[in-house]
């Protein structure tokens, strides 16, 4: 696990997303010594759709400590997009922060934010475990422990097709009239009259 040498100080505020914590979607049960599997918790509670470990888990044969594959399989399952990207850490776009550093012997880091623009080589760090403990921590000591591979996720959310002005669609939404005019109605089916 990335130590956590002098300079790097601990934050007062709690590492916890903001959310509010119900007694089955806490972190992980003890017992569970899984850094991947924490970082997802913490990951569903951040982006507000907390899940459980033992949600998560419900449909997926753990034998060991959770992979990257696992974890992206479980976080598409939860209605996240998920990915593994290769970058070293100061190239990881803001946008897809928080992202879970993978570190050397199967460890994991959430990487929360970039502290400031006029220093950008130090960053909220979240250490996860049964208690989520947020430090500020320099990128030359994160990058010691880093592997170069980042989780991301994000929640997934469903485009909805803008409203019609024209009239509804016949033509089914795969076949292209409704991703061209945007027009189809799941109560009134009528012949397109916008034509592209």
Known sequence: MLSTPSTVTSLARDAAPASPTHPSTGPPPSGIDDALLHSVVWLTRHHGRE??????????????PMGPDQAIRVMRDAGFNAGLIQRRIGEIHSLLLPAVLLLKNGDACILVRRLDEAAPDRYEVVMPGTHYVAVQAHESELQAEYTGFAFVATPWWPRRAPASTTGTCATPAATGCAARCGAFSRTTVRPCSRRS
């Not at 899940?51 to 060991?64: K, M, N, V």
């Open 51 to 64: 899940r459980s470990a033992q949600s998560l888990l419900a449909d997926l044969p753990l034998t060991g």
